[in-house]
């Protein structure tokens, strides 16, 4: 790694030696003093920005390579995402791993971030997902938010910790409602998932299919904002029902109207 002085357009110092495959992601602490890297070594080392030295042990853990990194607000976490499936959090003062890896992504893992208040961490996956995470518990929050076709290759917070951006491979980005994740149902409105064209209530009953080519631009909460360069859909599902709800479709008169109708085509 090189370390460059903005004003002076320069190198500063020697390159940052030590890794032993490629560097995939750095990052600089809030303090300005450290820079934390993950590289394809598997390990993520921790270095000093006024001496270039590294300090303390490489944190190993991670089984495959190292994809990302982040690090907490107040500078005491770290969390790396690895190709092998995990996200491990860990403490940058001792190097030592905090609790056992999150798992829960069937891919490996792109992208990390932490909350600006430090409490959660959002992931995302070649699994074509993104995952809220607890810090403290590493238990994922609510349901993986899988709008995206492709790898999920960067994600991120809003300042105010309220929204979620995600970048793919799909050439879409995606601005996702944090507080409407709160509220989990059956509908298409809170929880869906698709599954080859299928939309599925988060009890896993079939909606309704969408052709393949409404697919990435279609806007299914909690986003509530598509950017890219493809068709954006955006559904009513405020009289949507399904299931043995069905009949509410309509009021009782128009829908009588409407099997007189029907039965007047067949006849």
């Keep these: 790694m090189r370390m460059w002085?903005?004003?002076m357009g320069q190198q500063i110092g020697s390159p940052l030696k030590g890794h032993t495959g490629w560097i995939n992601s750095f990052v600089v602490s809030p303090d300005g003093q450290r820079v934390i890297s993950s590289s394809a070594d598997r390990t993520v080392r921790i270095w000093d920005v006024k001496t270039?030295?590294?300090l303390g042990p490489s944190l190993e853990g991670h089984r495959q390579s190292v994809m990302s990194v982040a690090v907490s607000p107040d500078g005491r976490c770290i969390a790396s995402g690895s190709s092998d499936k995990t996200l491990t959090i860990w403490?940058?003062?001792t190097a030592q791993q905090l609790g056992s890896p999150l798992e829960g992504h069937s891919d490996p893992v792109r992208s990390v971030a932490f909350s600006p208040d430090g409490r959660r961490l959002v992931s995302g996956s070649d699994d074509c997902t993104v995952r809220i995470w607890d810090v403290e518990t590493g238990q994922q929050l609510g349901y993986s938010l899988d709008h995206h076709?492709?790898?999920?290759l960067s994600v991120d917070f809003s300042p105010d910790g309220r929204y979620i951006?995600?970048?793919?491979?799909?050439?879409?980005?995606?601005?996702?409602?944090?507080q409407s994740l709160k509220s989990i149902g059956t509908n298409f409105d809170d929880g869906s998932h698709m599954v080859n064209g299928w939309v599925h209530a988060l009890n896993s009953r079939r909606l309704f299919w969408v052709p393949a080519s409404l697919r990435a631009g279609l806007l299914r909460p909690p986003q509530t904002l598509i950017i890219g360069h493809c068709l954006k859909t955006r559904l009513d599902m405020s009289k949507f029902v399904h299931g043995e709800a069905w009949t509410k479709i309509r009021d009782l008169d128009d829908f009588r109207d409407m099997i007189d109708m029907t039965m007047s085509a067949i006849i």
């Design 149 to 152: 076709t492709r790898y999920v």
């Design 165 to 178: 951006v995600s970048g793919s491979y799909d050439k879409t980005m995606r601005v996702w409602d944090i």
């Design 52 to 54: 270039g030295q590294q």
């Design 5 to 7: 002085s903005v004003a």
């Design 91 to 93: 403490d940058a003062e």
